[in-house]
């Protein structure tokens, strides 16, 4: 069964840091774009970063880059999301989803034929 396993979710101060991990399983980790995306209360979910299949080209949305790094360890099958410079506005339930594809697309991440999300995990930044 493909299975993505988010946590690290936690309550944190404005400028503070967090690291996200989604664990997988149940499918091979590197055929398959995988990404994180958020959903703030009251808001559509948004695309905040991704690293597309096979090569593993990393893109960012334009409203956290220079603030979020997005790593993978394949042998773990784990993919991380580093968070620093919180901002209140980064306060959402935050999910991993492997795709077919993801791309960059003005300034938002795309995940093409998602074919597994995780069940989130909660970010509260207090500002």
């Known amino acids: 069964e493909v299975q993505l396993v988010e946590s690290g979710g936690d309550l944190v101060q404005a400028g503070g840091s967090l690291r996200l991990s989604c664990a997988a399983s149940?499918?091979?980790?590197?055929?398959?774009?995988i990404g994180w995306y958020r959903q703030a209360p009251g808001k559509e979910r948004e695309g905040v970063s991704c690293?597309?299949?096979?090569?593993?080209?990393?893109y960012y949305a334009d409203s956290v880059k220079d603030r979020f790094t997005v790593s993978s360890d394949n042998a773990k099958s784990t993919l991380y999301l580093q968070m620093n410079s919180l901002k209140f506005e980064d306060t959402a339930v935050y999910y991993c989803?492997?795709?077919?594809?993801?791309?960059?697309?003005?300034?938002?991440?795309?995940?093409?034929?998602?074919?597994?999300w995780g069940q989130g995990t909660l970010v509260t930044v207090s500002s």
């Open positions: 989803a492997a795709s077919v594809l993801c791309t960059r697309v003005a300034g938002t991440i795309i995940g093409e034929y998602v074919v597994r």
């Open positions: 690293i597309s299949s096979g090569a593993g080209s990393t």
């Open positions: 149940g499918f091979t980790f590197d055929d398959y774009a």
